[in-house]
Every structure is written in structure tokens, then in C-alpha cells.
């Protein structure tokens, strides 16, 4: 404040029009601004320089496209060969889990006003099994009553781990989906129904 007190005088003669200030320089009026190329974000160049690399690329996508299409015909053909309820859950995290790689797996069944685990595999096996979870509350719950979905949500605001601190799971984000939720270490966010990463990867 002080160093304004005496100099403000001095400034407000810098930026009147026409002063004669020290070191004062009148805007200028002739840029010229053009588009250039987008800033950069951060991300890691994906731009292919040789050309034989691009098709090799390319041939990759059509190649994994093509894997991804005939697991989901294996996957329909084998659920609806399937007896049960269980054998077809079964079927189906399996087929799922090569598609979508996760961790665990927990398929919930909305019974009443709770959703109950019909389906459980995978790590945090016994917590997700006893979890019941209200209609409303925590993650699934949410996105049970809600029917949308959440992308990188907290696998730990489920109800089962609020107040028992024994209950305790590395996963550290989910995605839930109406109906089903996976739990997955992987960096990637790419999941079928809920799944989560933990703090190992």
C-alpha cells in the first residue's frame, strides 16, 4: 500500500492518453491474430508419421473390432445355452472380464427396496457379498433408483464401508451401471456395469 500511496501520481500519469511517462508506450493497434494449431494439453503425440505404420494401425483396430464382435456372439450363444441364474452370471463375468478386464466382479439384485449380490467374484469377495445395499444410498444404489450412470465414482461410498471400519478395500474408483458392478485395478475406465481400480496399478 505504501509503495502506491507515493507513486500513484506518477502511475496514473503513465496510462493517460498522451502523457509523456517514463518509459510509457502507447498501445498498439496493429496485430494481427491468425489461428494456429491447437495448444497443447499434455497428451502424448498420436499423429503417424510413416504411413506404413498408420495402416498397420489401422489393420489392429479392424483386427480387435472383429475379436470384440465375435466374444459378444460367444457371449449370447453361451447365455442362452445357460440352465441357471448363477451358470449364466458365471458365463457371462467370465466372457465379460475378456472383453473388459476388472478385478471383481458383484452383480446385484434389486429385491424390495435393497439391492442384493446375486453374483460375486473376484478380490473383496466376502465384502461385496454381504453388502446389502438400500435403494438411494452409496454408488450402485445411486445409479439403481436413478438409472444413470457414474463414471469414475468412490467404490468405498457404498453403504457396507461407511461405518465399519474393518471393512477396508484398495479400490479406489468405479463406474456403475444399472444393474451390475465390476471392480478393476486397471488404469483404464473403459468397464461394463460398476467397475473400480485400486491404489495397486
Not at 434389486?110 to 461385496?128: C, H
Not at 469414475?152 to 458392478?181: C, I, Q
Amino acid at each position: 500500500m505504501e509503495v502506491l500511496q507515493k507513486r500513484h501520481r506518477h502511475l496514473e500519469k503513465l496510462v493517460e492518453p498522451g502523457s509523456d511517462g517514463e518509459g510509457g508506450s502507447t498501445l498498439s493497434t496493429d496485430l494481427k491474430v491468425e489461428r494456429g494449431e491447437a495448444p497443447a494439453a499434455g497428451f502424448e503425440d498420436t499423429t503417424v508419421k510413416d504411413p506404413a505404420a498408420n495402416e498397420a494401425t489401422f489393420l489392429f483396430s479392424i483386427a480387435a473390432a472383429r475379436q470384440e464382435a465375435q466374444t459378444l456372439f460367444e457371449l449370447s450363444q453361451d447365455l442362452g445355452a445357460s440352465l441357471s441364474l448363477g451358470e449364466t452370471l458365471s458365463v457371462f463375468s467370465m466372457k465379460l472380464k475378456r472383453l473388459v478386464p476388472y478385478d471383481a466382479i458383484a452383480i446385484y439384485v434389486k429385491r424390495g427396496v435393497e439391492l442384493i449380490p446375486e453374483y460375486v467374484n473376484g478380490d473383496n469377495f466376502r465384502l461385496f457379498s454381504s453388502l446389502r445395499i438400500p435403494l438411494g444410498h452409496g454408488l450402485s444404489g445411486w445409479v439403481a433408483q436413478n438409472r444413470k450412470p457414474i463414471v469414475n465414482g468412490n467404490p468405498s461410498v457404498e453403504p457396507g464401508y461407511l461405518n465399519d471400519p474393518t471393512k477396508f478395500s484398495a479400490l479406489r474408483s468405479a463406474l456403475a451401471v444399472r444393474r451390475a458392478y465390476c471392480i478393476s485395478r486397471r488404469s483404464r475406465c473403459l468397464h461394463f456395469r460398476s467397475p473400480a481400480h485400486s491404489a495397486g496399478d
